[in-house]
């Protein structure tokens, strides 16, 4: 890693802190020293499940978090005028309170979502944001 890199990073980390964004600040440290494993990096899978008159949608993921113990959420974003085919969702990460080893962590989350056929549109294609990040994938 450059020495801007280093020093952007350390930046940005120092910020978090200022305004109490703790998990943030681990996580750009992490970046910082270990630029190769792909910190905040998520693998997604979205499948569905038929019923009678429902359609079960499932949305799993895998993120690399900075430590274990962190607790991943997947919340729906309603946009109005938006694309009624495409489901948008938001990662949230809640940093563990206490004292966690130093190493990179992968965890899960998992976000359901039942829909009654045929008022509701099935989505197919799911949107996930996180730090910055947008990932899209095609629902299976």
Same mark, same amino acid.
């Given at each position: ?21 703790? @998990? ?13 494993? @792909? ?39 309603? @946009? ?61």
């Amino acid at each position: 890693m450059q020495r801007r890199e280093i020093i952007a990073a350390a930046v940005c980390a120092l910020a978090a802190v200022a305004l109490g964004l703790i @998990s943030q600040a681990a996580l750009a440290i992490e970046r910082a020293e270990h630029p190769d494993r @792909s910190i905040g990096a998520c693998q997604w899978t979205a499948t569905t499940a038929r019923g009678v008159d429902t359609v079960q949608l499932t949305v799993k993921g895998i993120c690399q978090e900075p430590t274990p113990g962190y607790s991943l959420t997947l919340t729906r974003v309603d @946009s109005q005028g938006g694309d009624r085919s495409t489901l948008a969702l938001v990662l949230t990460a809640v940093a563990p309170t206490g004292i966690e080893p130093h190493h990179v962590a992968a965890t899960a989350v998992e976000y359901q979502q039942t829909f009654v056929l045929p008022k509701d549109l099935v989505p197919t294609k799911v949107t996930m944001s996180h730090g910055g990040a947008i990932d899209q994938i095609v629902v299976q």
